[in-house]
């Protein structure tokens, strides 16, 4: 059964502050991504890899930055906190295919609020 | 710009009634459509549809695809209230990219 897990459910931080979201799945999927949910705009794309040390802009990448040392963890960071960067954050990964889509499987999400 | 648009974006109905969800699409290189249910916690996939005019069905939820007229919807007969959620809309672009639609937020009254 995929498990992808995020570092924390609920967090809260300051404007300016560094943030890290931490994101790890156990399927030896070469694939992760992060998304934000916001209400009336659905799921974004921020950023993809689809390998170590691979990063991919995602839709909105602007404020955010991606890390992919190992190929079980995908952290988002967030440089400098702001207010309009406060949203749920979610993480997905995926098997690799030959060209045709795999499922992407989520994890529980992280519903940031920053002040 | 590619677009995912669902509708409507909130419904309230009575425990029993039928549920029709709509979701349209404008997107390059459209490769398929899936359909997620996200209640507090992470989106869990219900239907992957590919081909025009075949149903997917899954018990009390059924779905189907127009590629012609560019939409889908998604059907729950007999809802519960264990059918409260949101459901998302999601086109997939390429091999992996996932455009999502706003999500129908779904309210299923005992």
């Known amino acids: 059964d995929v498990k992808v897990t995020q570092s924390s459910r609920y967090l809260v931080k300051r404007t300016g502050e560094k943030v890290f979201l931490e994101c790890v799945q156990d399927m030896d999927h070469e694939n992760m991504f992060w998304y934000r949910q916001d209400p009336g705009l659905g799921l974004r794309l921020i950023y993809f890899?689809?390998?170590?040390?691979?990063?991919e802009k995602g839709d909105i990448p602007e404020g955010y930055s991606v890390s992919r040392e190992k190929k079980e963890r995908f952290s988002l960071i967030l440089e400098s906190a702001s207010t309009n960067q406060t949203s749920m954050y979610l993480c997905?990964?995926?098997?690799?295919?030959?060209?045709?889509?795999?499922?992407?499987?989520f994890g529980p999400g992280t519903r940031l609020t920053v002040t | 710009e590619d677009k995912v648009v669902q509708s409507p974006l909130s419904l309230v109905v009575h425990e029993g009634d039928t549920v029709t969800l709509n979701c349209s699409y404008e997107?390059?290189?459209?490769?398929?459509l899936l359909w997620y249910k996200q209640e507090k916690k992470a989106p869990t996939f219900l239907f992957m549809l590919t081909s025009s005019g075949i149903e997917k069905k899954s018990g009390r939820l059924s779905s189907i695809l127009d590629k012609k007229e560019l939409f889908s919807i998604l059907n729950i007969t007999a809802t519960q209230t264990g059918d409260s959620a949101i459901y998302l809309c999601a086109v997939v672009q390429g091999a992996q990219k996932l455009v999502f639609g706003q999500g129908t937020r779904l309210t299923i009254n005992p």
């Open positions: 890899s689809y390998d170590v040390k691979m990063k």
């Open positions: 997107v390059t290189n459209f490769r398929s």
């Open positions: 997905a990964s995926s098997s690799r295919g030959a060209g045709y889509y795999h499922e992407q499987y």
